[in-house]
């Protein structure tokens, strides 16, 4: 990881145009969202009953997903339990194949994107088409999403506009959002109507009554879970809610954390598939829930708070370095914050631990967070985990980050910090042959002058005025 | 009202910028408490801390929690320092020996602006010449502590100076310690949009209440050339304050 993750970060950091971009939309962002929670005491107040009603479904997720699951078979849902990605990735195959699929349509979902799943389908000659508009977008550009709520929003409307131009040649060239919206309108209107099936995620499981809910802005995602015959949703384990009572909270905290909307244009509530009498529908709707890592995490009692997350993407629009790097410099399916304490707990501290050394804990992340996932202490826990030797816990990796240098240096200053008399003479002296100390310091003198050792030390100083210790 | 205080400076002031402790000192005593400064401070372990070097922090951690033993509030001139004994002092002896003079440590911490503001309602008069002033509040002072208020206030008090706000004023310098090493680029692209921020108030000074931050967006003004100067808050306020 260290060499690729410095070298993308080299490479964002040296793209101006994106820089600009990313903090205009940023600021836009964080505007909106204000403008939505104009009342501080009322936003603290939802955002400590969004909390309590994840961590209540956390604390007993095992009974609910059993719950839910009970109650799908009754609503005719066939849920599937998946470990791993690819055990999910087939099981999705299996149910395509059996079902003679060539064609599918896709709602947005981050937990396929987790999977790999168009690769893993399109590889098996089945065509995937992303009918989100911002994922339709990066899927015309080859890329994956930067945003785990506004997939292609790295890219400017004329960088768009140029795409569609590319892409679609016979249609004239226009970087008009609503002309440009059309074009895609006109393009997935045609595969909706042609696919034999359609792939979803899920917001919210509620276990009360079995249901799927979906929440979206464009009617793409209510189009690919009605449309096609079949229907497939795929999620995460810990996305389940005890009861219908629980939703409409986090919902309202989910859409205006994320976008500053009250409310988004569709919320679609999904209990199974088409009833004898009913004129849409699919005739088959399958869940598959993923666990990937999160029944680890689910272990840990302070690490478990990283499953509450409802992926509203506020973290994201307020990190000043997801600012200044944009989503690919992270190098994984979730950026910012929440990928930040997310993917070295999903993929190892080996391989991902940088990534919690990554933040300067402004805490502005753990600020917004609508259900209070103290983002900076599990970036600092990880951080520990990716040191610690003592070989307890679940966290992969543990003590894989650990350089004998640094370790070394800690130890040297803890116990010269611990012994106030030497600390003192330790002091005294650096301020005294302070011109002797060097005034290259590695990369902070790349860009800022060393800090000056003064002349004489605070606690010499309090002497002098008075001060005393008792 | 407490009549005596202690006075936790902080590795960085200790070294750096000693008169910033010495002001806040004055500062308090001139209300007419007790400061008590504990000779054998040396620093509050955060930077092992924020390093994951836990076991190494809470040795260094463990040697401070003595120095307080009468009730009175300990006032720290650094935001991010208060916020490691207020808030994290408590899970870092968790189920150790010491948790409990830990959590009451935790819980007589005070960032030195809001002791100002909050408990001692201090009432500054300003005896210096007009001034165009910045505040960078340090994202601890203002998230952690939730003191954001505090230096606002106080520099409100200041008739003869003008505060200027920058763009983006709540986001982070890019300092956050061993960041600054470890991830030099990202904390250089971040200090750099600061310091431009600040430099477009026309401000001729930035104070702040951190020191940490302090080194970077002065060392880094200083580095690019002529620029505000900086201070940490609590020389200024006693600058301007001070009977000569
Ligand atoms: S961690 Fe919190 S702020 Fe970030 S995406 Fe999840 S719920 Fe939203």
Redesign the interface.
């Known amino acids: 990881m260290s060499g690729e993750f410095?070298d993308s970060?080299?490479k964002a950091?040296g793209d101006d145009a994106l820089?600009q971009h990313l903090r205009r939309a940023m600021d836009s962002l964080i505007e909106k969202r204000l403008a939505v929670f104009p009342d501080q005491d009322a936003l603290q107040a939802l955002r400590r009953y969004g909390m309590a009603i994840r961590g209540n479904a956390l604390s007993k997720l095992p009974q609910l997903l059993e719950r839910f699951e009970a109650r799908c078979e009754e609503n005719g849902v066939h849920v599937h339990w998946a470990e791993t990605t690819d055990e999910a990735n087939k099981i999705v195959f299996e149910i395509l194949q059996s079902n003679d699929v060539k064609r599918l349509v896709k709602g947005k979902s981050m937990v396929s994107e987790e999977m790999g799943l168009n690769h893993f389908l399109e590889d098996k000659g089945i065509e995937c088409l992303e009918s989100d508009l911002g994922e339709f977008i990066i899927q015309l550009a080859g890329e994956t999403p930067s945003h785990i709520v506004m997939p292609a929003l790295h890219k400017s409307k004329q960088e768009i506009a140029e795409l569609f131009h590319e892409k679609f040649p016979d249609i004239p060239y226009s970087d008009d959002v609503d002309e440009l919206t059309a074009v895609a309108r006109g393009i997935l209107r045609e595969k909706f109507m042609q696919a034999d099936a359609g792939i979803s995620g899920v917001n919210f499981l509620i276990a009360e009554t079995g249901t799927l809910c979906l929440v979206e802005n464009e009617g793409n995602g209510r189009m690919s879970t009605t449309v096609p015959r079949l229907h497939i949703a795929v999620t995460g384990i810990e996305k389940v809610v005890e009861k219908l009572a629980d939703v409409p909270p986090l919902l309202s905290l989910l859409t205006r954390s994320a976008t500053g909307q009250p409310i988004t244009t569709y919320f679609n509530m999904i209990k199974g598939p088409r009833q004898p009498g009913e004129k849409d529908g699919p005739q088959e709707v399958h869940l598959v829930l993923l666990d990937n890592g999160r029944s680890r995490i689910f272990a840990d009692e302070e690490l478990q708070a990283t499953l509450r997350c409802i992926r509203c993407g506020a973290c994201i629009n307020h990190c000043?370095?997801y600012t200044?790097?944009g989503g690919h410099a992270y190098g994984t399916v979730y950026p910012g914050p929440i990928g930040s304490i997310l993917e070295p707990q999903k993929e190892g501290l080996e391989r991902l631990g940088e990534l919690a050394?990554?933040?300067?804990?402004?805490?502005?992340c753990?600020?917004v967070c609508p259900v209070r996932i103290p983002i900076p202490k599990l970036l600092?826990r990880?951080?520990?985990?990716?040191?610690?030797q003592d070989g307890t816990g679940e966290t992969s990796g543990q003590g894989r980050?650990r350089k004998h240098s640094?370790?070394l240096a800690?130890?040297g200053?803890?116990?010269l910090?611990?012994?106030?008399v030497l600390?003192r003479i330790a002091?005294k002296s650096?301020?005294r042959f302070r011109r002797l100390l060097p005034q290259q310091l590695?990369?902070?003198?790349?860009?800022?002058?060393?800090?000056?050792?003064?002349e004489?030390?605070?606690?010499e100083?309090?002497e002098v005025?008075g001060?005393?210790?008792? | 009202m407490p009549r005596t205080v202690y006075f936790f400076a902080t590795c960085l002031v200790d070294m750096f910028y000693p008169n910033a402790g010495l002001a806040g000192m004055a500062l308090i005593k001139r209300e007419g408490l007790k400061v008590i400064y504990p000779r054998n401070q040396t620093c509050c372990g955060q930077p092992a801390y924020n390093a994951g070097y836990r076991d190494e922090a809470r040795k260094v951690a463990a040697a401070q929690l003595d120095l307080f033993p009468g009730n009175h509030p300990i006032v720290v001139p650094s935001g991010s320092c208060a916020g490691m004994m207020k808030h994290h002092y408590p899970d870092l002896f968790f189920g150790k020996p010491e948790h409990a003079k830990a959590v009451d440590v935790a819980d007589r911490v005070w960032e030195l602006t809001g002791f100002l503001t909050d408990v001692l309602n201090i009432k500054l008069k300003d005896l210096g010449e007009p001034l165009r002033v910045a505040l960078h509040t340090s994202c601890s002072t203002r998230r952690e502590m939730g003191m954001a208020h505090a230096g606002e206030s106080l520099l409100a008090q200041l008739d003869a100076v003008e505060v200027v706000e920058q763009t983006h004023k709540a986001e982070c310098c890019g300092f956050g310690g061993s960041f600054a090493v470890k991830q030099p680029e990202i904390s250089s692209a971040m200090v750099r949009d600061k310091t431009e921020a600040l430099r477009a108030t026309e401000a001729s000074l930035v104070v702040s209440q951190d020191s940490g931050c302090l080194m970077n967006i002065g060392g880094a003004i200083e580095h690019q050339g002529e620029g505000p100067k900086t201070q940490h808050i609590a020389e200024f306020l006693w600058e301007r304050t001070r009977e000569r």
Do not use: M
């Open positions: 410095h970060v080299v950091l820089r000043p370095i200044r790097l050394e990554a933040s300067t804990l402004c805490g502005a753990g600020e600092n990880l951080r520990w985990e990716g040191v610690r980050r640094e370790s800690w130890k200053w803890s116990s910090a611990s012994r106030p600390y002091v650096a301020c590695g990369p902070w003198t790349h860009v800022r002058k060393a800090p000056e050792i003064a004489k030390p605070l606690r100083l309090v005025q001060f005393t210790d008792e």
